[in-house]
């Protein structure tokens, strides 16, 4: 997982700073299913090792999806 | 329902402008110049005896059946190979061309059997239509003369006879081997009366003949005929339909006797192939009658209990109960479904649709994830639009091709017959490919560059391209400055220029000469039209979708996009990976690549399917294994998908599904994903049921039911069933109403109808009021997009490294006569060329090892190991192996590893470090897997049939 973001963040570090962590936090928001999103943001809360930087930057922006909700299948 | 035989004009059609007014037999024609005389005729509905010509092959001249006289001219010209000329006046018939005609057919019968009620082309041989047609009546010379009738059978290919006894040396096997599918394998050898056929000097299934069916379907005669033909007799009625193997996308009439296939000929309007075909979709059709396939569906509850063969009913209702136990358990996102590209449209569009509205989530992918997903993500990215720019015609136009990480003899055959044709044609050819596939040198085509790259540096070697575009001056200034974003241009343009993208500071990376490199980006740019092909050695790869954007910047800057001649072309592996990928199979998007979270699209389908639906994007394939061993993802419906032997690391896919409860195969075979199945709905091939398939030229072709579904069900109504069952009601008479529903819903798609196709053959999407009958060239009055958007396209490389223990390379790929995992062609005498998947290794490497061609070899890489034969191969560079992965008991991916696509988690097959060495035994993996194998795939008797 961290591996995976990194190499989106070298894919958009030849952007400028700013628009490049906006267009990682983009793609995280577009691509990764939420439980994934979930646990990058826990990996950052707890520090986020072995993150690129820009890659850090980008999941601080994600706004936590709402956790799984149980047992609603229909 | 009639036999459809396909006129034959006699002579190819001839593109002039200029138009000649001829006279044939009183009735006046206007014709280009340069058109013969028995095509003009034929155009006027005469139709001239013939033998040597037919409208594929270049007039010949040989049999001189096909005189006519001309007004103003002495003697008596063979129409095949005169051409027209103004104001001309034919006669096709008198009391002298009569008798000539006779004189010829005596001849040839007079050493020919006279075996016609027996012989296997009775009723379809032009031989005994010319004897009817000139009214011959007898044979003066007797049949005692000197003759061939005792020359014996060839009957070694499994799939056609050569029996020269019929053979009247007319050459048009020859000549369709040579002009039509390029491979040269026949010649005439010997002169006069002892001419022969032969298949350079050896048996057919020996010689270089790749069994392209082309000189079967040219032979006039039973010289040349199916071995299907020979044992069921002839078809009496034919369906029009469209191969279901590779992204070519051939039309092929299923010619059928009753519910019984005879043959399949390929169909001359088929727009993707002209009346061609390769030995698979020709030939290779046998697994769907194959004794091993699955027609009722059956469950369990546990993988390791035998199989209980159930109803329809029950085995729906089954899964139905699981997935809703599932959901209520652990979650309305722990369920989720994967479409195939082998199914169609229609079919996948109907997974889609069940994943959202039924399951509730977005967790549907497909397996164009681990082969094209960069594709779309790249040209989507630069272009706007998910697709390739042409269609396989334009390839005609072109000056300079260039060929990247595509093998399209073996992979795409029809398509290369045709790229050969403009070879030999003129156009320049360069091969960007680790391998010295076969393009770089066959007979009558070679390439000007072979750069042989190391797999993984790619991107290095695009970009080193575009350096020496930018740096000498060989931008398309006033296009780019017309059509792209200028901003993004001149980011991309500083960034390319810098000198580390320059072709000598790659040159240690790529191993690819400089010198070569900046020679072939010289041609490209200033060669004329330039058109670029690629495969799957371009986007699976870690850095897969900036490849595909590194080749769309190129494109770009050089002017090579936006009319025919030029292009960025994907070649599809899968018949279906164009219109599964644009019938919204991937999770974060609807059909016609929309994304889930766009407000507007996603209320229209909430309103026409009348269900809410999710926004988040769901689990993509390797998400949802990673989800099913932290436990939060439990059940799949798999339509027409053996993710075990596809997908890569077998162990963790494995190790994924083991932790499933509930997995629904839907599939022809017990694939070895449906090892780990609870549920196995039977599946219908593509002969059993109605569709469309879209192409690698995104040209939506019908697919007709020529026999009604084995299972009792096609694809279709099971997955209808499920869903009803699942309480989303799904109510289709027909797939044309599901085409409809696409149509509705998806822009790109809106004018297609079955009523149109019928109509047109088949369609290139985008077809809308725009465009009424579709889009063969893409991007022809701007970009998708807008303004093309170069972008940057670091070169980063793959993570996958050799080192001491893994100093070897190891790519992968596939052959001609197999398809990806065989579970098709393994089921046909295509065995013959390929038994079993082989290593290629260059001799340097092999003898460093002491290791022999045909020794057993084992492969490690950090992922694991299998063993397989060594082939010792010059076609390798040295450091570099390679293997195809079209048998489960090698499993190549075994060995490959989880490292992906950034942007589309595409897997990296083409590269894997590895060590290879001789080996007495096969992997543990292999012994234990063959053992897991065998225990859960046994199907129980039921009670009543026990003894
Ligand atoms: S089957 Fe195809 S390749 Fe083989 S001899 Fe005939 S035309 Fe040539
Ligand atoms: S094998 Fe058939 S096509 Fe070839 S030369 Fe003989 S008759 Fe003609
Ligand atoms: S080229 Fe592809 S589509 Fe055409 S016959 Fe061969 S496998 Fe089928
Ligand atoms: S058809 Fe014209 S010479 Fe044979």
């Not at chain 2, 200029?18 to 013969?36: A, N, W």
């Not at chain 2, 299972?711 to 099971?718: F, K, Q, R, S």
Request: one cysteine or more; hydrophobic letters at 35%.
């Amino acid at each position: 997982m961290v591996h995976k973001a990194n190499q989106i963040a070298l894919f958009f570090a030849s952007f400028p700073r700013e628009e490049a962590i906006e267009r990682v936090a983009d793609h995280l928001r577009r691509f990764w299913e939420p439980r994934m999103r979930r646990q990058i943001i826990g990996h950052v809360a707890q520090g986020g090792a072995g993150l690129h930087e820009l890659a850090l930057e980008a999941v601080r922006r994600l706004d936590a999806p709402a956790p799984a909700e149980q047992g609603s299948g229909r | 329902m009639t036999l459809i035989r396909e006129a034959d004009l006699g002579t190819p059609a001839i593109k002039s402008s200029v138009l000649l007014t001829v006279e044939v037999d009183g009735k006046t024609v206007m014709v280009p110049e340069g058109t013969s005389v028995m095509r003009a005729a034929a155009l006027t509905g005469v139709t001239v005896p013939k033998l040597c010509a037919s409208d594929n092959l270049e007039p010949f001249g040989s049999c001189r059946l096909c005189l006519v006289e001309i007004e103003g001219r002495r003697g008596t010209p063979a129409s095949c190979t005169t051409p027209v000329e103004e104001g001309m006046r034919v006669t096709t018939q008198t009391p002298d061309l009569a008798s000539l005609r006779r004189g010829v057919m005596e001849l040839y019968i007079s050493d020919h059997p006279l075996d016609c009620l027996t012989c296997p082309a009775n009723g379809d041989c032009e031989l005994q239509d010319m004897a009817g047609a000139v009214g011959l009546r007898e044979v003066r010379y007797g049949y005692d003369g000197a003759n061939h009738l005792d020359a014996p059978v060839d009957d070694s290919n499994p799939y056609f006879d050569f029996d020269p006894s019929k053979c009247i040396v007319c050459s048009r096997c020859v000549r369709a081997c040579d002009e039509v599918q390029g491979t040269f394998a026949l010649n005439i050898m010997g002169r006069g009366f002892d001419s022969t056929v032969s298949a350079g000097g050896t048996a057919f299934v020996d010689s270089e003949c790749v069994s392209c069916g082309a000189c079967v379907q040219a032979c006039p005669t039973s010289t040349l005929i199916e071995k299907s033909v020979v044992e069921q007799g002839q078809p009496e009625h034919s369906v029009v339909t469209t191969c279901a193997y590779c992204g070519v996308g051939c039309a092929f009439k299923a010619e059928m006797r009753g519910n019984e296939v005879i043959r399949m000929m390929p169909f001359k309007d088929g727009k993707a192939n002209h009346g061609h075909s390769c030995v698979k979709g020709r030939f290779a059709w046998g697994y769907a009658t194959h004794s091993e396939r699955i027609l009722s569906p059956m469950i369990r509850e546990r993988i390791t209990d035998p199989w209980r063969e159930v109803s329809w009913e029950e085995a729906i209702g089954y899964a139905a109960s699981e997935f809703k136990r599932l959901q209520a358990q652990y979650g309305r996102d722990a369920v989720g479904g994967i479409t195939s590209s082998r199914c169609t449209n229609e079919e996948t569009f109907l997974v889609q649709k069940l994943v959202r509205a039924g399951f509730g989530n977005n967790n549907v992918d497909t397996c164009a994830r681990v082969c094209h997903s960069p594709t779309g993500y790249g040209l989507s990215a630069t272009l706007g639009t998910s697709a390739g720019t042409q269609d396989f015609d334009s390839v005609e136009q072109a000056d300079v091709v260039m060929v990247i990480g595509a093998n399209p003899t073996d992979a795409h055959p029809v398509f290369a017959s045709q790229l050969k044709r403009r070879l030999r044609g003129g156009a320049r050819l360069i091969v960007i490919d680790p391998r010295r596939i076969d393009l770089v040198k066959m007979p009558h085509v070679q390439a000007d560059y072979h750069l042989p790259l190391l797999p993984g540096t790619n991107v290095a070697v695009i970009n080193a391209l575009a350096h020496v575009v930018v740096t000498e001056g060989l931008v398309d200034e006033p296009y780019v400055a017309e059509r792209c974003e200028p901003e993004a241009f001149e980011r991309w343009r500083a960034f390319i220029a810098e000198e580390r993208n320059s072709p000598e500071a790659v040159e240690g990376a790529t191993g690819v000469p400089a010198a070569d490199l900046r020679a072939a980006a010289r041609l490209y740019a200033t060669g004329g039209n330039a058109a670029i092909y690629y495969g799957l050695g371009v986007t699976e790869h870690s850095q897969g979708s900036t490849m595909v954007m590194g080749m769309a910047n190129l494109a770009m800057a050089t002017g090579n996009l936006g009319r025919p001649g030029v292009g960025v072309n994907p070649l599809r592996g899968q018949n279906n990976v164009q219109g599964s990928c644009d019938m919204g199979s991937f999770p974060h998007e609807f059909s016609g690549y929309r994304h889930v979270s766009n407000d507007g699209v996603r209320t229209m389908f909430e309103e026409a399917w009348d269900v809410g639906l999710e926004t988040e994007p769901g689990l993509r394939i390797p998400n949802m294994f990673d989800a099913a061993l932290d436990g939060t993802f439990k059940g799949m419906y798999i339509q027409g998908e053996d993710l075990v032997q596809s997908d890569p690391n077998t162990k963790h896919v494995t190790a994924a599904l083991a932790a499933m409860e509930c997995v629904v195969v839907h599939d022809l075979f017990l694939n070895e994903t449906a090892t780990y199945a609870h549920v196995f709905l039977p599946g219908s091939s593509f002969l059993e049921k109605d569709g469309t398939f879209t192409n690698a030229e995104r040209r939506i072709s019908r697919v007709r039911k020529a026999i009604p579904p084995k299972a009792g069900l096609a694809d279709w109504e099971a997955t209808m069933a499920l869903s009803n069952a699942l309480g989303y009601p799904m109510t289709y008479e027909h797939p044309s109403e599901i085409m409809d529903e696409i149509a509705r819903l998806t822009p790109t798609f809106a004018g297609v109808s079955y009523e149109k196709l019928d109509r047109l053959g088949s369609i290139q999407w985008p077809c809308n009021d725009a465009a009424p009958e579709g889009t063969p060239v893409m991007h022809e009055h701007g970009f998708v997009r807008g303004q093309g958007l170069f972008m940057v396209t670091e070169y980063v490389p793959t993570d996958e490294r050799t080192n001491d223990r893994f100093p070897l390379l190891l790519t992968t790929g596939r052959i001609l006569t197999q398809y990806n995992v065989g579970a098709q062609t393994r089921r046909t005498p295509n065995v013959v060329w390929h038994g079993e998947d082989l290593l290629e290794i260059h001799p340097w490497d092999a003898e460093n090892r002491g290791i022999n061609d045909g020794d057993l070899v084992v492969v490690n890489s950090r992922t694991g190991e299998t063993a397989l034969r060594a082939k010792v191969s010059e076609r390798m560079q040295p450091g570099v192996v390679y293997t195809t992965f079209h048998h489960p008991d090698t499993s190549a991916n075994v060995v490959t590893t989880e490292f992906a696509d950034w942007a589309t988690d595409c897997p990296e097959y083409k590269v894997t470090a590895v060590q290879v060495s001789r080996t007495r035994q096969r992997s543990a993996w292999q012994t234990e897997y063959a053992a897991t194998r065998e225990a859960t795939t046994r199907i129980a008797v039921p009670a009543e049939t026990q003894p």
